[in-house]
């Protein structure tokens, strides 16, 4: 069954400090993973895709298959990255359930 | 603009109750689905439906009920057989067959609160 763990509910770093997000996956095949960001009385929105190789607002993340790991990564984090992450998992290519697969999150803040 | 409309964004039910919770959107996307948020549990899955007039339990469907009649609109119904329903409830939306590559439009969503 697929499956995506985030084991960190809250997460607190320094302003300027590295901030890493762990997502590690269960999933038949080569999964296109996506990271979404919900800031305080905003709605969930995505923030990056594995598929597209992007850099968001400094953040990247690399898919680990050895690990199965998606981490979200930042080298400066700023206090306006205080939000609430999760990590999504689409469905197995081919399959008939077409819903995403959600983590339960992590809060991460920010400190000055 | 295009996106997806959540309404109310507050709702207040009594005890006994049922309350439907609106969800539009104008992307023209096939499927749509309902979350519920709730404090350290993340997404749950409700309902979601990849075409009209047709629609599949999530993970936590008892006490809600919904329906498809248009491309459009899926709103959901909480129930009084819905034993906790007060929670942060969210819609999205996706294009059915490029979901892998662009996942979900989210609403900004409506919190039920029972009194």
């Known amino acids: 069954a697929q499956r995506v763990t985030q084991p960190e509910k809250l997460l607190s770093v320094f302003k300027g400090a590295p901030v890493e997000l762990k997502c590690n996956y269960s999933?038949?095949?080569?999964?296109?993973l996506f990271w979404y960001v919900q800031y305080s009385r905003q709605r969930l929105q995505l923030l990056l895709r594995?598929?597209s190789r992007e850099s968001i607002k400094g953040f990247t993340a690399d898919l680990n298959k050895g690990e199965t790991s998606f981490h979200l990564k930042k080298p400066f984090a700023q206090e306006e990255d205080s939000a609430m992450y999760y990590c999504?998992?689409?469905?197995?290519?081919?399959?008939?359930?077409?819903?995403?697969?959600f983590g339960k999150g992590t809060l991460l803040t920010v400190n000055p | 603009d295009g996106g997806i409309t959540q309404s109310p964004k507050y709702l207040f039910r009594k005890e006994g109750q049922n309350v439907t919770l609106s969800c539009e959107q104008n992307?023209?996307?096939?499927?749509m689905y309902w979350y519920r948020q709730d404090p350290g549990q993340g997404l749950r899955l409700i309902y979601y439906?990849?075409?009209?007039?047709?629609?599949q339990k999530g993970d936590i469907a008892e006490g809600y009920s919904v329906s498809r009649e248009k491309k459009e609109s899926f709103p959901l119904t909480v129930t009084s057989a819905q034993k906790n329903p007060t929670a942060f409830y969210l819609c999205?939306?996706?294009?059915?067959?490029?979901?892998?590559?662009?996942?979900?439009?989210f609403g900004s969503g409506t919190r039920l609160t029972v009194v």
């Open positions: 999205a939306s996706s294009i059915v067959p490029a979901l892998a590559s662009y996942g979900y439009t």
């Open positions: 999933y038949s095949g080569s999964p296109e």
């Open positions: 594995h598929i």
């Open positions: 999504a998992l689409p469905p197995i290519s081919g399959g008939s359930n077409y819903k995403l697969t």
């Open positions: 992307l023209n996307h096939d499927a």
């Open positions: 439906s990849q075409i009209v007039n047709d629609f």
